[in-house]
């Protein structure tokens, strides 16, 4: 135990590894900041709705308006910042909640890997990554240090081991494995890629990425870990990222991963990219050489930020599964599926019909979903149930605004998932007007018809 | 190129991956399903459904406009009957070519120049009377096209006598010269898209045959489903019904002042919906590629629900419900709850989860494209 404690935990180690790290991710959290400015998506996503979907606690944050522009800039400043490695501190504390509240504004946008970014950016306010090739370090030498303890680093290979695996443990089910679900519908769609295209509709291709889609994502933390294995593991990564980017739109993620597997990486390939980064840049590597190590100051402040990890990464563990806690289909109900690296998992759409009536006259009308929310919002929202409960609300609140006594909101919704014929979603006799938000179990979905057997 | 090469790589590494995997499986099942050729779909879309259908459609305008000069000559009884045919004939072909708002009709906007409805009484008036108008304005769209025939035929007056009397008198004149202009820019648009489709747009439509957001078939599509659900099922049905708005709106039936003819135009539209669903040819019972074998093709290799029998069935069943049905407008203003009418209303809803969830998932079409990254 104790070994342990001083191989993983305590150790020194160099600390070009979390440099390269830093620079990379703040680099490209720069860059995805920009690319998501310049495709309009701050305006289409943020401004544009009136109405937004907020995360169960977190009703408070919604978009600011013009302002919102003034955040995403801010976010990409600090992003800048991170970089550079100047005022890293306040740069990485003003980037996770810079980014963190954007992502809270609306959950249509929801995505894992903004999920990663964000939990990553919280992981990093705890290390120090501005001790080498920083400006903080450049410009005060007592904050450079060329050694850090190795848990600074294997804290990041833990996270993206996490994720990894956890996405590999998601893909162990009957649909995924037996029936090679979704990418049996997806793939089929790309048949126009280059040279691959024509085997995309092949079945065996189906089994074939479902299979090794799995046993990579569960198989890759360790070969990344493995010396011997590690230059084949992270030819793996390349490859799989960049298939994944051509087969599917998921923006950035591939890139982000790519970049972040180099932590596995030893020290000496990192300061061979920092001497190539110095050497483009014209730029000494002087503030590095001194032999001084890293130490998280007082015994307390020990004790908080390995206790805050500590629960960090038990939470990490533990939230995923907390799927089993609520009765039903999981990929059905949605109870417990976000935050829990279930990517590319489903083939799930849905339609929603919502219907007001007055509860007196019984006099009634549908609701056109496309006066209140964006196309994007509108596919979203009909197959999350919580979604539905809370568009429901809004329209309860916005016809009894309008004058409408007596308001009931039905919804006659049908969903179709992985290829099964669509069925009724919502049990169409409950007023969602009545019902409450919360994390119990949503009795008001219709249980799944079928099984899908599996984690 | 690069991605390329490590797409290779990437396969040569799968195909050795699986073939140590699959111990316990017997053999790796090769289904030789060759890949739906969308090229195929599009062509028999484009030679055998849309351009025929805008060429008969061009053909019945042009009999439209034929009447409409001899009515404009010959003010009498006769001559308005046969303009009134006329525009049925045409009306009716019309809704065999208002579901293809792509290219050319999109750019014209030829949907809602042709027919926006209600038809707006004042302005048709106000524009025949002081003869000084732009159809080109988006401002005149229910001023014009069939809707506004409707009014000028059968809306000016009380009873068939009166109505050619006042066309017969002098003021008929100035009405009948609006006829003339109206069926003319039906005419000059519908004749500009056909032209485009049949020089150039058909080649791009046919090329752009990829599976991309923008690509023809993911587009198309988007509006055949767009179509269905907010000009057929709710623009002619569910709107006139009241079921977006708490009351009855029969004065939004189409063809509302002929009163009688709605529940057909209705019917001809959901037939083209379906004809084109199966890949019928237009005017014929042969049939070519199409979404429905499309379905049948995807589903040999998924083996699931036979997705394209279950769509048909409901669109026989909506078909015969709303054939059961009076004039939509008897429908409504003669029942103090239209209940028959909503009951098919229902049959009409039910095909749009299946198209716009079954079979757009089952292509991987993505619906309503948003251009957002997904994980």
């Known amino acids: 135990m104790k070994s342990l404690i001083n191989n993983h935990i305590k150790a020194s180690t160099e600390a070009a590894p979390l440099a390269v790290f830093r620079i990379l991710f703040g680099s490209m959290m720069l860059f995805s900041i920009i690319r998501f400015a310049s495709y309009g998506w701050i305006e289409k996503l943020y401004i544009q709705p009136t109405f937004f979907f907020s995360y169960y606690g977190f009703n408070w944050v919604k978009p600011i308006g013009s302002y919102t522009y003034l955040l995403f800039a801010i976010c990409g400043i600090a992003a800048f910042f991170i970089a550079l490695g100047y005022r890293y501190k306040i740069a990485i504390l003003v980037f996770f909640l810079s980014f963190t509240y954007i992502e809270l504004m609306d959950k249509t946008t929801y995505l894992n890997h903004y999920y990663f970014v964000s939990i990553l950016s919280f992981l990093l306010l705890f290390l120090p990554a501005n001790c080498q090739f920083s400006i903080d370090a450049f410009r005060n030498p007592k904050k450079a240090f060329r050694y850090v303890p190795i848990w600074t680093i294997n804290s990041i290979k833990l996270l993206l081991g996490v994720v ?121 590597r002087s503030s590095v050489n001194n032999n001084n190590f890293w130490k998280l100051g007082s015994r307390l402040k020990q004790k908080i930020v390995f ?126 007007g009545t019902i409450k938000e919360s994390f119990s179990h949503k009795n008001w979905i219709i249980p799944f018809r079928d099984e899908i057997k599996g984690i | 190129m690069k991605k390329v090469l490590l797409g290779f790589v990437f396969l040569s590494f799968l195909a050795a991956c699986t073939s140590e995997g699959e111990g316990d499986q017997p053999t790796t099942i090769m289904v030789n399903t060759s890949a739906f050729a969308r090229a195929d779909l599009l062509a028999n879309w484009t030679d055998n459904i849309i351009i025929p259908s805008y060429e008969s459609f061009s053909v019945a305008v042009q009999t439209l406009s034929e009447a409409s000069i001899a009515f404009k000559a010959d003010r009498n009884e006769a001559n308005l009957t046969t303009l009134r045919s006329a525009w049925l004939a045409a009306y009716k072909s019309w809704q065999h070519v208002a579901l293809f708002e792509v290219g050319p009709a999109e750019i014209k906007g030829l949907r809602l120049s042709v027919n926006s409805f209600p038809a707006n009484v004042e302005k048709i008036i106000s524009n025949s009377t002081s003869g000084d108008y732009d159809l080109n304005l988006s401002s005149n769209r229910s001023a014009k096209g069939f809707p506004a025939l409707d009014y000028l035929l059968y809306g000016v007056a009380e009873t068939d006598a009166e109505i050619v009397t006042f066309y017969a008198g002098t003021e008929g004149v100035i009405y009948t010269n609006y006829i003339e202009a109206i069926v003319s820019d039906i005419a000059t648009l519908s004749n500009q898209v056909l032209a485009d489709w049949k020089q150039g747009y058909n080649v791009t439509f046919k090329n752009n045959d990829g599976a991309s957001a923008t690509a023809s078939v993911d587009r198309f599509v988007n509006d055949y489903i767009f179509y269905y659900e907010k000009f057929l099922r709710a623009g002619k049905l569910g709107i006139p019904l009241g079921v977006f708005s708490n009351t ?28 084109f669903f199966n890949g019928v040819h237009f005017n014929s019972t042969e049939k070519g590629e199409s979404l429905a074998s499309y379905l049948d093709t995807l589903n040999e290799v998924k083996e699931g629900d036979d997705l394209a029998k279950i769509i048909n069935n409901q669109f026989n069943t909506a078909r015969t419900s709303v054939t059961a049905l009076n004039a939509f407008r008897n429908e409504i203003e003669n029942n103090a709850i239209p209940s028959n009418m909503l009951a098919a209303y229902d049959e009409v809803q039910r095909i749009v989860p299946l198209l716009k969830i079954d079979m757009v998932s089952a292509m991987s079409i993505s619906i309503d494209f948003v251009d957002a990254d997904g994980d």
């Open chain 2, 248 to 275: 009855t709106l029969s004065g939004n039936v189409e063809a509302y002042y002929e009163g009688t003819v709605s529940n057909e135009l209705f019917l001809e539209g959901l037939i083209a919906m379906q004809d």
């Open chain 1, 164 to 284: 990894y695996f956890y996405a590999g443990l998601a893909k162990l089910n009957s649909d995924w494995f037996l029936k090679a679900m979704p990418l049996k519908i997806w793939l089929p769609s790309k048949f126009d890629i280059p040279i691959i295209g024509d085997l995309l509709s092949e079945e065996w291709v189906h089994y074939a990425f479902s299979w090794s889609g799995a046993i990579y994502d569960l198989s890759i933390p360790f070969l990344l870990l493995h010396k011997k294995t590690r230059s084949f593991a992270f030819l793996m990564v390349v490859v799989f990222h960049v298939l994944t980017l051509v087969l599917f739109p998921i923006g950035m993620f591939p890139c982000i991963m790519i970049v972040s597997a180099l932590i596995f990486f030893d020290a000496n390939v990192h300061n061979k990219i920092l001497e190539s980064i110095a050497r483009v840049l014209k730029l000494s």
């Open chain 1, 307 to 432: 206790s805050t990890l500590g629960l960090f990464f038990i939470g990490q563990l533990l939230i995923p599964f907390r799927y089993l806690l609520y009765p039903g289909e999981l990929f059905w109900t949605e109870e417990g599926y976000r935050f829990s690296w279930r990517v590319m998992l489903m083939e799930k759409s849905g339609y929603a019909q919502f219907k007001i009536v007055d509860q007196k006259t019984a006099r009634w009308f549908y609701v056109d979903n496309s006066d209140f929310l964006t196309p994007y919002q509108e596919k979203q929202m009909a197959f999350q149930p919580d979604f539905i409960l809370a568009y429901a609300h809004f329209l309860k609140s916005h016809f009894e605004k309008d004058g409408h006594a007596n308001v009931q909101v039905f919804v006659d919704c049908r969903v179709s998932l992985n290829g099964r014929l669509s069925t009724e979603y919502i049990d169409p006799k409950v007023d969602l």
